[in-house]
């Protein structure tokens, strides 16, 4: 088992952001998945040891993650806000921080890191200049340059363009073969359930399920999605958008078409293909929280 | 030992990027710039010896490093939050307290550096005056950046201290050295003693001024003022505990900033 926790507990002032949280977490690729504040990044930031809990006991790798630098060194971090050395070049900032984790040939890890996430041509440029995409991926080569064991990746998708996301999603699926074990958090369960069938459910601090992916996929199903997509020709791809079977609602806000859909499914298969139909450019696809709000107040209150 | 050399290096490019280095930069320029201006404009009534003592006494030794300290002792720890780098430095190999101490030391070196740049070519400007101009600068100057380095070590340590322990570090140490140092100082009472800045001055005296109370020193009220000794001591046992008040409260800092939840 990667991760044991009991009875995990931690407030903020008057605020719960995680409560009584019993878990335990095996090898391979684990979803944290949960509305925006549900307490996701508590979690992460706790199993890593940047955050010490309220109460209650937590174990990584078998051991307490609270000020253990010798267990720092075995798990790599992505956190979710972009945080950089902006002045630095991507390469010196991976090798910076693999110099700090104690890595033998920091050069090396960085290049190996920058090479696996496909930054090598741009690693010379200053992270200040990097799109989103890039700085993404950046945090994921800082993560793996020391060869951690097991890689904690805070919502490591979001804002990214279908081919980065694909990208990543492909280089995190190889983990495990690896022999490294991923725990990955998100609130989008299409995300989660293209990573892996093993996800653990938490809604306002509190572990709401854990398990099988497909099932919670049922109830996410029943209940319509709202999906923001970023282009280039927004109008071009409403109206495409608009003959698909599902599609209950279209919107413009900020140069973005929100789109209300009760066949999920179908439009994140149809979305790329309309898209190139359309010559429209995607920059970005993101998921409110209504849908997964949706499943979990019915979760919590059945 | 490959962790602690690379953070090290870290810490000492992370200070001199961004804004920080200009207001350190500035900071520094200004006593040169000074000097050089009165030096030059002064004609024969510019006293190279009286300048220097004067900008070291009331203004390098002073303001500069207090100004320095806060600034810089405040970035190294709430800084890297509000960076949102933290995360990235807490996950190396090196323990909290180690860090704590490497950021205090490399920080400390290189503004007494800079102030000691500072300070040389200060002396090197009040060196160019007319009337008393300032022999052996580069030894004088030597001097006054032996105190400024004990002076920024100490005030380092306690902002650096104040940013792991307090959430409002900038008030705290605001609030901190103007009771303390500015009203406290001013004040002829026994505690005055006590202060960074009269003991900064009691290392002064004999260094810079021959051990004469002599112009510039006439500002200063309080009556009962350190020896040597006792300053040397009083500001080491204080930059220690600064020191271990930082090294623990960075054992016990939870990273709960804007990214918590």
């Given at each position: 088992m990667i991760l044991r926790a009991e009875r995990l507990n931690k407030w903020y002032g008057r605020v719960?952001?995680?409560?009584?949280v019993s878990l335990g977490i095996e090898a391979g690729i684990t979803g944290i998945l949960g509305?925006?504040?549900?307490?996701k990044t508590s979690l992460m930031r706790i199993a890593i040891g940047l955050m010490r809990s309220s109460s209650g006991r937590i174990e990584v790798l078998g051991q307490?993650?609270?000020?253990?630098p010798a267990l720092a060194v075995r798990l790599g971090y992505c956190p979710e806000h972009d945080g950089f050395y902006?002045?630095?070049t991507g390469r010196d900032f991976v090798t910076s921080l693999a110099r700090i984790r104690g890595v033998r040939d920091p050069r090396a890890a960085a290049e190996a890191a920058l090479e696996r996430v496909r930054l090598r041509e741009v690693?010379?440029?200053?992270?200040?200049?990097?799109?989103r995409g890039m700085r993404q991926r950046l945090k994921i080569a800082q993560a793996l340059a020391h060869g951690p064991e097991l890689l904690v990746l805070d919502e490591?998708?979001?804002?990214?363009d279908p081919l980065v996301r694909a990208e990543l999603i492909a280089l995190i699926k190889a983990f495990p073969a690896e022999g490294k074990s991923v725990l990955v958090s998100s609130h989008v369960l299409h995300e989660i359930e293209q990573l892996t069938p093993r996800i653990v459910l938490i809604h306002k601090g509190r572990l709401v399920a854990e398990g099988d992916v497909h099932e919670i996929r049922d109830l996410i199903d029943d209940h319509p999605h709202t999906v923001r997509v970023a282009t280039d020709r927004p109008r071009e791809l409403a109206a495409a958008l608009a003959?698909?079977?599902?599609?209950v609602e279209i919107r413009f806000e900020n140069g973005s078409v929100w789109v209300r859909t009760d066949a999920p499914d179908r439009f994140y298969r149809r979305l790329p293909l309309l898209a190139l139909a359309e010559r429209c450019v995607l920059r970005e696809i993101s998921s409110e929280d209504d849908n997964l709000e949706a499943v979990f107040r019915y979760l919590t209150e059945r | 030992m490959r962790a602690a050399t690379g953070f090290a290096v870290l810490t000492a490019r992370n200070l001199f990027s961004g804004k920080r280095a200009w207001a350190a930069l500035l900071l520094a320029a200004l006593p040169p710039v000074v000097a050089a201006t009165v030096a030059g404009l002064?004609?024969?009534?510019?006293?190279g010896t009286l300048l220097f003592q004067g900008i070291a006494f009331?203004?390098?030794?002073r303001i500069m490093l207090y100004l320095m300290a806060l600034i810089f002792g405040i970035a190294l720890t709430s800084g890297e939050i509000e960076d949102g780098t933290v995360g990235y430095i807490y996950l190396g190999s090196l323990p909290k307290w180690a860090i704590a101490l490497i950021q205090s030391l490399v920080a400390a070196a290189a503004l007494t550096a800079l102030a000691g740049l500072s300070l040389l070519l200060t002396a090197a400007a009040a060196g160019?005056?007319?009337?008393?101009p300032l022999e052996a600068a580069g030894a004088t100057a030597a001097k006054a950046t032996l105190v400024a380095g004990v002076g920024i070590l100490v005030s380092l340590t306690f902002y650096t201290a104040c940013g792991l322990a307090f959430k409002r570090p900038l008030i705290v140490g605001i609030v901190a050295t103007f009771f303390w140092e500015i009203v406290l100082t001013a004040l002829?009472?026994?505690?005055?003693?006590?202060?960074v800045t009269n003991n900064l001055r009691a290392l002064m005296l004999?260094?810079?001024?021959?051990?004469d109370r002599g112009?510039?020193?006439?500002?200063?009220?309080?009556?009962?003022f350190p020896a040597y000794g006792e300053a040397a001591l009083f500001l080491s046992v204080l930059t220690g505990l600064f020191l271990v008040a930082a090294m623990v409260a960075a054992m016990n800092r939870s990273v709960e900033g804007k990214e918590a939840n």
């Open positions: 719960i952001a995680l409560n009584d509305p925006n504040g549900a307490g307490d993650p609270w000020n253990n902006e002045w630095m690693a010379d440029r200053r992270v200040l200049t990097y799109s490591p998708l979001t804002g990214c003959r698909e079977e599902g599609v | 002064g004609g024969e009534k510019a006293d009331f203004y390098s030794l160019m005056a007319a009337l008393h002829p009472i026994r505690m005055a003693a006590y202060t004999p260094l810079l001024f021959d051990g112009r510039w020193y006439r500002y200063v009220r309080n009556y009962d």
